[in-house]
């Protein structure tokens, strides 16, 4: 059974946030102004963030891209009173946009906080308009928006390896900021698959998972800094 | 008043004199009151319009502070709709003599407010439009869910259960003919008060009031559970359900208190509300005071034993933090000043007890605010960082439309059913004499 999964290297990760910007543009997020962000308006489905380690003057930034978790166990879910969040057999966690009343509930309830609002409707400047995704549908105001692991990709790829008479490959199905990422730290693919990368690097000894003891069960794994 | 309106109020015996009297009398004073009330309802409402028009971005709500003042004032208003229910149901079925004046004045709160209450989560909707999902993609296993239905139960039954003892009062209104004779035709039903009647009505009251104690309960535990089923730090807790119940059950009887002080001057009925009932129901908000201290006592010193860290940014944001004024405002409100007040009887007289009861109304709402907001601006990943609220002018003109839209139909009620039940006013004067034998008979020594 195929469970989509990634695994993310903090050791490669700059903290560049190429995968911030790659998600943005991939799904149709609109950048909101300055005052706005800084109310906590601002969407990043991705977001890299960042740890201070250390005493000064010995002092690092870690950083930790975080997506959501798409949990095996996700809490979002069976709070929603609509089924407008969704987990689907291949265990990407789903929001049906038309369906979702803007209760807010999921977003509590997410101990990852990965669930974004849409305080406002969608805004553009005239000079980005057309440079936005017509595979992804546009949130309008009063609704949850969230990472999708880009599953639109998923549907196209599958298509089209349909068309050639093939099986999909991991190379076929890869999320925006996975393509992106400059120094490969974040992998993606089918976690239940030997085959793919993500299958090995799960059982790395430096793996381990976001809260973990709450019984989520992320499928977004984390390799830590080597020491 | 018109003459022969006051002619026909003459003929009436002295109770429904000066009972029905607010009905047909209306002082300029409350046309004031209405006017003001009515002015800042309608200010709420143009505010709900702007919020509608341009998203839920016009409130001062934010990521991680997704829930502000509708859900705050939603669980508020909520527990004050248990001021009815449960002391008129619980005083009858413990056959507490002294309940007969002030049950119709509580079951009118409960009512009014529910509605008031239930609009507060639809307000808080990003998508109002689609409120209906609710029932067409119906998800059981969401706690709103439960809420839809625990809700609707309860306004359900608790407006038969103020509209059947409501029945020979609306009667007495019909035949005396002071006022719209048509109207209370139509809302009397027919109820001629024969001795059949009344003990069908009687028997019905008595199951309700019995029916109506489990749904009051399940509403407010359930309104807790909303919080406990996530897994936020300081929501999370098994204590909710009890504790919103009680708390619900405190804040309801502080309401009743007020508002029975406010009535008892504003249409004189010291014949009805007397010092009496405002000794007694004061001696139940000092047992709620300091059944209030113990479950928050409970939560905090459990909370603080376990020392796990999410659960401690928020403890100590409340205790000695950035909510340390609201928490020790409300541990005020909420228990120094009503155990002060009420723990003698020389402060339990009408002024004594709505001065508790204001301070357990604000310490209250306080409360909720502090479930509220703490918990949501310290998110669980502490690289989140901390997040902020600060209500925008919006959620203030809401919450004041709220208030004023309650008190104004609670005005208005008051001049359409007699905020006293004449019937059992009456009944209690007949049954002087069988309650004593029943009062003696607790003490008779057996042979």
């Not at chain 1, 925006?176 to 698959?193: K, M, Q, R, Y």
């Not at chain 2, 001021?83 to 009858?92: F, K, Q, V």
Request: aromatic share 12%; proline share 6%.
């Amino acid at each position: 059974m195929t469970r989509w999964g990634m695994v993310i290297d903090l050791a490669r990760c700059t903290g560049c946030a190429a995968c911030e910007v790659a998600c943005k543009s991939e799904n149709n997020i609109p950048t909101v102004s300055p005052d706005q962000a800084e109310m906590g308006r601002a969407t990043s489905w991705m977001r890299v963030m960042a740890e201070p380690k250390g005493a000064f003057p010995d002092t690092t930034l870690e950083f930790y891209p975080r997506p959501c978790m798409h949990c095996d166990n996700p809490p979002c879910i069976k709070v929603c009173p609509v089924r407008a969040t969704y987990i689907d057999p291949e265990g990407i966690v789903g929001q049906i946009y038309p369906r979702c009343i803007g209760c807010r509930y999921c977003a509590n309830a997410c101990p990852y906080t990965v669930k974004y609002f849409n305080w406002y409707g969608p805004e553009w400047p005239e000079s980005e308009r057309q440079y936005r995704n017509p595979d992804v549908s546009v949130r309008a105001k009063g609704v949850i928006e969230k990472c999708t692991f880009c599953h639109h990709r998923l549907q196209k790829a599958r298509e089209d390896a349909r068309a050639q008479g093939r099986q999909l490959r991991e190379e076929d199905y890869q999320p925006a900021c996975a393509e992106i990422c400059p120094t490969d730290a974040i992998v993606f693919g089918d976690l239940d698959n030997p085959t793919h990368r993500v299958a090995e690097l799960k059982e790395d000894p430096r793996v381990m998972r976001l809260m973990e003891d709450l019984g989520t069960q992320p499928k977004v794994y984390y390799l830590r800094q080597r020491t | 008043m018109h003459r022969d309106v006051a002619e026909k109020l003459a003929k009436l015996p002295p109770d429904e004199q000066v009972l029905l009297r607010p009905l047909v009398d209306t002082s300029r004073w409350f046309y004031v009151g209405a006017a003001v009330c009515g002015a800042i309802t309608l200010w709420g409402i143009i505010a709900y319009v702007l919020q509608v028009r341009y998203g839920l971005g016009r409130t001062g709500l934010n990521r991680p502070e997704y829930w502000g003042i509708y859900i705050i004032c939603f669980v508020f208003f909520i527990g004050i709709s248990h001021a009815g229910t449960l002391i008129s149901a619980i005083l009858r079925i413990s056959k507490a003599e002294w309940r007969r004046s002030i049950t119709r004045s509580a079951e009118l709160i409960t009512v009014l407010v529910i509605g008031f209450g239930a609009i507060q989560p639809v307000i808080d909707l990003g998508r109002p439009d689609r409120v209906l999902n609710v029932l067409f993609h119906a998800q059981p296993l969401s706690p709103l869910l439960w809420d839809v239905v625990s809700i609707g139960l309860y306004f359900f039954s608790c407006t038969i259960y103020l509209y059947l003892p409501l029945l020979p009062d609306l009667a007495v209104i019909r035949d005396s003919g002071i006022k719209a004779p048509r109207l209370y035709r139509f809302l009397a039903a027919g109820y001629r008060d024969t001795p059949a009647q009344r003990l069908q009505l009687e028997r019905a009251i008595g199951v309700l009031s019995i029916i109506v104690i489990p749904i009051a309960v399940s509403v407010h535990t359930v309104i807790g559970w909303i919080f406990a089923m996530t897994l936020r730090p300081m929501w999370h807790s098994t204590i909710f359900g009890p504790y919103f119940v009680m708390g619900a059950i405190y804040s309801g009887i502080a309401a009743i208190l007020v508002a029975m002080a406010v009535l008892r001057r504003v249409y004189r009925l010291e014949g009805y509300f007397k010092e009496v009932h405002f000794d007694y129901l004061g001696r139940l908000l000092l047992i709620f005071s300091l059944l209030w201290f113990y479950f928050t006592f409970a939560e905090y010193l459990t909370a603080f034993y376990g020392g796990e860290p999410g659960e401690m940014r928020t403890f100590w944001a409340k205790l000695t933090g950035r909510f340390a004024v609201p928490f020790w405002a409300m541990v005020a409100g909420c228990f120094v000043i009503p155990l002060a007040l009420m723990s003698r009887q020389a402060t339990r007289t009408p002024v004594g007890t709505s001065i508790a009861g204001i301070a357990v109304v604000i310490g209250m709402w306080l409360e909720r605010y502090n479930i509220v907001v703490p918990t949501s601006v310290n998110p669980r990943w502490e690289i989140e960082g901390v997040g902020h609220y600060l209500p925008s002018w919006i959620e203030l003109s809401i919450m004041a439309a709220t208030f004023s839209g309650f008190i104004l139909l609670y005005m208005i009620a008051t001049k359409f059913v007699p905020i006293v039940s004449i019937w059992e006013i009456k009944e209690g004067r007949a049954s002087v004499q069988e309650v004593a034998e029943r009062v003696a008979h607790y003490s008779e020594r057996v042979a």
